[in-house]
């Protein structure tokens, strides 16, 4: 395996569009309601969340690794392991991927700074919050998301939807707008759900290993009737979004989007191996990226209507 090749298995690379599809709506809505945008700072916007993103893939496979969840994963014939793999078989050091894991937040850190300088000082109030929800989530003394209370779904929901959303606005404009906010809570619903079924893949070891999450706490039933209603949420955000002028009228496109997602819901029963969750996982990441994207084209061609 070669070098970048290894960065991007190790980082989990392949799931970024759930962080850079958020600011593009952020930096295009930009665009569509107030007619700026700098490619420059899109761009360094795109790569300091993408690194900032990738650290946080990294930290919690750190964390989750020391605390034991990912070795209980790997040993249950029941659970589908979600991380890289690369401590629990060997593939590197622990102080290897450490070193890997805090290069990326160096580079999130960096391409923060520079965009605080020029587009005003709360752009570290944005990163920082971010950083601090990434890093937290499963390292000690807080590991908000194992103690199942609903902290990290609401955490996922802010990290991944309001935070750069709004952020990458602001990075555009200078400017705090409600659109930004309501915006982004679409797009974060969705992210949060692929985040909640991604529990149902490994929650018998997660019980085990004292993880808490939601679907542990709830049971498989429980957790499926949320899953789903959660779901329900994302459309009726972006209606929402629609009736409040956020979102322009043809966004509602994006509600065809659904039906992939709901066909695989209606496959499952109140009790189901953990491998029957795998389509629902996939269908959840595969939605989310097809409704964020949607949204993008929205307001790019709101942009292009209003001002060319």
Not at 87 to 100: I, Q, R, V
Not at 136 to 159: D, H, M, N, Q, T
Request: charge should be positive; charged fraction near 10%; hydrophobic fraction near 55%.
């Amino acid at each position: 395996m070669d070098k970048v090749e290894l960065w991007k298995k190790a980082s989990r690379s392949s799931v970024l569009p759930v962080i850079l599809l958020p600011v593009a709506i952020g930096a295009l809505g930009a665009y569509a309601w107030n007619g700026v945008f700098h490619p420059l700072l899109f761009v360094l916007t795109l790569l300091g969340s993408a690194a900032a993103h990738l650290f946080s893939n990294m930290i919690n496979d750190l964390w989750d690794y020391r605390n034991g969840t990912d070795t209980k994963a790997r040993e249950s014939e029941e659970a589908i392991s979600t991380n890289s793999g690369f401590l629990t078989n060997g593939t590197l050091s622990e102080s290897t991927f450490a070193a890997m894991t805090w290069t990326l937040f160096a580079v999130a850190a960096v391409c923060g700074i520079v965009l605080a300088v020029v587009s005003g000082w709360p752009v570290l109030v944005f990163g920082g919050l971010g950083a601090l929800i990434a890093y937290y989530y499963v390292a000690p003394p807080i590991r908000f998301g194992y103690r199942g209370k609903g902290y990290s779904e609401a955490a996922i929901l802010i990290a991944f939807g309001v935070l750069p959303v709004a952020g990458s606005y602001y990075v555009q404009t200078s400017l705090l707008d409600w659109k930004a906010i309501a915006a982004s809570l679409p797009i974060g619903l969705f992210t949060t759900l692929i985040l909640f079924n991604h529990h149902f893949l490994h929650w018998q070891a997660d019980k085990e290993a004292g993880k808490r999450t939601l679907v542990v706490v709830w049971g498989e039933q429980r957790a499926l009737r949320f899953s789903f209603a959660l779901l329900m949420l994302v459309y009726a955000a972006l209606i929402g979004c629609v009736l409040a002028g956020a979102l322009p009228w043809y966004s509602l496109l994006a509600l065809l989007t659904v039906f992939p997602v709901v066909r695989v819901y209606r496959s499952l029963g109140d009790r189901n191996p953990s491998r029957a969750y795998a389509p629902l996982m996939g269908a959840s990441v595969q939605g989310t990226m097809r409704f964020g994207l949607l949204l993008v084209l929205a307001l790019l061609v709101q942009g292009l209507l209003a001002y060319i």
